[in-house]
């Protein structure tokens, strides 16, 4: 015997079915939206989002179906910036106001910029989208974009501002400044960002204030120079012993770069030479404290700074991943042609991916300076009472307003 076992029970799923109707909870509900008042295409305004798009091949007579994806892609980008750079002005508001010295506050700031940083996975991924169009299907509307250029976004340069690109170390853009190519207010709004406290210089002075440094305190980094230079000697010590050879010179030879990159560490006049040329974005004390976090990171009161570093890091990744994906991106589909707003197209793109756009470098660069966790200084009950005291005893802790 074949065929489905149920067919001749049918009736019994019409009587399952209509007695099911009676008491369907899925179905118990009000239409609110009947009554009148917001829906949903009035509240995101879809009426102005989903008629942007005008594709102008269609204008010129040629319509040409790819430049639609072309359009929809850059508009979501734009988009998404919008929400990376309003997520970044709050932080950068916690910040200002004192507010991060709240452990509450702090957990905000990772929280967004957490954010940012999925948001900016999802615009690195994007690219994807846009290489399902072949060079050729590009070429085809590429002519009617002419001046248009991606370098005109004012939001990412609003971005790469309130990050803390420095304007010294931008890549001209045709020999002349970036912000020459902005006219009218989004000139104005770029000099005004350029002006402001970015997040780089906000993160910085919180560095600063990280409690142990004071020579009053714990004096971490007085403890730690004393350890380093013991090790070393242990170190020495140790190599010294061993019977002369060719590993012998070898293993001499790691010790001596070891100890100048260690002992370049104390030298804050070398410090501010490498911050003169941009090479170090971060003073010297804010170095230390970066350095004490990412030493202690296992230490309750040092969990929640270490996560912040950590997302400050990701922010430069993913940024230079989006940079160099883009670089990919503009090589496969115009090759060495000019861009659209007269650039050298690829050859700029790739000169922008690179440390001078890498804001956080020194985060990067704190592993260069890894030691034994045994020369790490020791702390004891006294200085852990300390280290969860001496912030909270400045008084903008205390202040009742509300950090957004």
């Known amino acids: 015997m074949s065929g489905c076992p149920f067919a001749g029970n049918n009736y019994l799923f019409n009587k399952l ?3 099911d109707e009676k008491d369907d909870k899925s179905q ?8 009148g008042g917001l829906v949903y295409g009035d509240y995101l305004q879809l009426n102005k989002i989903l008629g942007a798009q005008e594709l102008q091949s269609e204008k010129k007579g040629n319509k040409i179906h790819d430049e639609h994806l ?10 998404w910036f919008k929400q990376i750079l309003w997520e970044l002005d709050s932080v950068r508001v916690i910040f200002q106001n004192g507010h991060v010295r709240d452990e509450r506050n702090m957990l905000k700031v990772i929280t967004r910029m957490n954010r940012i940083s999925m948001i900016l996975k999802l615009l690195v991924e994007q690219f994807s989208v846009l290489e399902t169009m072949t060079a050729l299907d590009f070429f085809d509307f590429r002519y009617y974009l002419s001046p248009a250029s ?3 976004s004012l939001q990412f340069r609003l971005l790469e501002n309130k990050i803390g690109v420095p304007q010294s170390l931008r ?7 970036y912000r020459d190519n902005f006219k009218g207010q989004d000139y104005e709004l770029l000099l005004k960002s350029e002006q402001e406290p970015t997040l780089l210089q906000l993160v910085e002075a919180w560095l600063e204030r990280t409690p142990g440094l004071d020579a009053e305190g714990f004096d971490f980094w007085g403890q730690f120079e004393v350890n380093v230079l013991k090790g070393l000697e242990e170190e020495f010590a140790l190599v010294q012993a061993k019977p002369e050879s060719e590993e012998k010179d070898d293993l001499l030879s790691e010790f001596q770069k070891q100890k100048d990159i260690l002992l370049s560490l104390f030298d804050e006049k070398r410090h501010e030479h490498l911050l003169s ?9 804010a170095l230390k404290g970066a350095l004490m976090i990412y030493f202690y990171r296992e230490e309750p009161r040092f969990q929640v700074p270490f996560q912040l570093l ?16 883009h670089v990919c991106m503009v090589h496969r589909m115009i090759g060495s042609k000019a861009g659209t707003g007269g650039s050298s197209g690829y050859q700029y793109l790739r000169s922008t991916v690179s440390d001078r756009y890498k804001v956080f470098v020194d985060l990067f660069n704190l592993s260069t300076f890894l030691v034994p966790r045994h020369w790490i200084p020791k702390m004891n009950p006294t200085i852990h009472k300390f280290l969860y005291t001496a912030e909270y005893c400045d008084s903008s802790y205390f202040s009742s307003e509300d950090s957004d």
Not at 171 to 177: G, K, L, S, T
């Open 150 to 152: 991606g370098f005109q």
């Open 70 to 79: 072309f359009i929809v892609t850059h508009q979501a980008y734009e988009l």
């Open 17 to 19: 079915s209509l007695e």
């Open 171 to 177: 890549v001209p853009y045709n020999r002349r400044h």
């Open 28 to 35: 118990e509900g009000i239409n609110k939206a009947s009554k």
């Open 310 to 325: 950590t997302s400050l890091m990701d922010l430069d990744v993913l940024m230079t991943k989006w940079r160099y994906n």
């Open 277 to 285: 040329k941009g090479e170090r974005r971060l003073s010297y004390k």
